[in-house]
Every structure is written in structure tokens, then in C-alpha cells.
């Protein structure tokens, strides 16, 4: 069946330093990939999306790639800062049946250090 | 205005106890998701309503759990005779159309429902 696979956290980094979290996945036909953000205290938020192959999804300096080639989706950010630790989950949505059944991966904490 | 509200934020019961989660979508999305979340785990599905019904509960573990939708906005998850291992976050997400954000894929979740089985 379909899944999520993403690296484990937590992800500890300094302050403007380089953020990848990776994010590859398994599923039949051309799902659609997200990225979800949970913040502390907050419940998840949709962070960006892809549709179809080879689109970018960026939204606060996120931003990740559909490679279907590699069926990955792994998001990067040039400089993170502070705020944005949270606990960050890839997701698909089937494009088959059960499309409302969106797959989550298990989650990366990210924690960014002044 | 509003997001997704769920109640209670936490809950405590004893093992063997019957339990009711609530959630309040956003106002005018047809779409209901319930999904839970144990410790360290991503959101696993659990059920889906378009409207009143219940167009997919496959999600649901057994039969101890059943949730409801009677006129299409409020939804309640009910766990029977709760077990230990019932013990997760249970979270609520809402959509504008079946597919989600009419055409952008996107849930809106609500904060959860922390439920803790002793």
C-alpha cells in the first residue's frame, strides 16, 4: 500500500544554519505531497504542496521538490531561524481510491538554537 | 474566523470507561476527517464524512469506536469500554469539498484531543 517514509528527529540546528528534512514515498499513480507544521501548542498546518511531477511548493522560505524519479520530497530551507521549530510531517493523497485517506509520515522535530 | 475546534483538549479515564470526543469544523466544510495519533507516530486515518454520513470507516480499529455526524457540521468520535492502549491524540480535520480545500488538498486540523487511558 501506499506510505511515507521520513528521517528521524530531532533535527537540532543553529540559527541560519541549512535545513534539509528528507521525505520519499511509495504509492501508485501521481499522488499529491504535502507538508504539514505543527507548532507548539497548534495543530497541524498545511506548510506547501505539489500536484504533479518536477512542481515546487514554497511558502516562508520552505520549500520542497516533487521528484517522482526519486519519488521524494524532501523540504529545505536556506536559513532557518528560531520560529520555525516545530515538529514538520510529509503527507500524500492517493489519487486512486481513498482519496481523502492523506498518508502522513511519522514526523521530524526540528529545534533551532539562538 | 473560526479554525477547528475540539473538546475536551485532554481527557482522563479509567480503563473500562466510555468516552466522547467532539469537534466543531469550520463553518460550511462539507468534509470530515477523524485521525489519531500515538506517541512518536504520524496521523493514521480513522474516518471520513461527506455530509451526514460516514462515506469511509475503514480506518476505525474495531468495533469499540464510532463517531457521528447527524446534520453534517458537529462530529463525535465515541470509544467504548476504553483500553489502555485507546491512549493517543485524536485529532479532527476539516475540507471544503471531498478532496480537500476544494482542489488545494489542504485539512484543516483542529488542535486535538489528548485522551489518556489509565
Known amino acids: 500500500g501506499d506510505s511515507v517514509t521520513q528521517m528521524e528527529g530531532p533535527v537540532t540546528l543553529s540559527e541560519e544554519a541549512f535545513l534539509t528534512i528528507n521525505c520519499t514515498y511509495t504509492?501508485?499513480?501521481?499522488?499529491?505531497l504535502f507538508w504539514y507544521v505543527q507548532y507548539p501548542g497548534e495543530g497541524l498546518q498545511l506548510l506547501l504542496k505539489a500536484t504533479k511531477a518536477d512542481d515546487k511548493g514554497s511558502n516562508k522560505g520552505f520549500e520542497a521538490t516533487y521528484r517522482k524519479e526519486t519519488t521524494s520530497f524532501h523540504l529545505e530551507k536556506g536559513s532557518v531561524q528560531v520560529s520555525d521549530s516545530a515538529v514538520y510531517f510529509c503527507a500524500l493523497r492517493p489519487t486512486t481510491s481513498g482519496t481523502y485517506k492523506y498518508i502522513f509520515g511519522t514526523g521530524t522535530r526540528l529545534k533551532v538554537l539562538a | 474566523g473560526a479554525g477547528v475546534s475540539q473538546t475536551p483538549s485532554n481527557k482522563v479515564t479509567e480503563k473500562g470507561k466510555y468516552v466522547e470526543l467532539r469537534c466543531d469544523p469550520i463553518s460550511g466544510h462539507t468534509a470530515l476527517y477523524w485521525y489519531r495519533q500515538s506517541l512518536g507516530q504520524g496521523p493514521e486515518f480513522l474516518i471520513y464524512?461527506?455530509?451526514?454520513?460516514?462515506?469511509?470507516d475503514s480506518g476505525l480499529p474495531n468495533d469499540r469506536f464510532f463517531a457521528v455526524r447527524p446534520e453534517g457540521s458537529v462530529s463525535t468520535l465515541k470509544i467504548q469500554r476504553t483500553e489502555r492502549g485507546d491512549s493517543a491524540v485524536y485529532l479532527c480535520?476539516?475540507?471544503?469539498?471531498?478532496?480537500?480545500?476544494?482542489?488545494?488538498?489542504?485539512?484543516?486540523f483542529g488542535e486535538g484531543s489528548r485522551l489518556t487511558v489509565l
Open positions: 464524512f461527506q455530509g451526514t454520513g460516514a462515506a469511509d
Open positions: 504509492a501508485t499513480g501521481y499522488p499529491s
Open positions: 480535520a476539516s475540507s471544503p469539498s471531498p478532496r480537500g480545500g476544494g482542489g488545494t488538498g489542504e485539512l484543516f
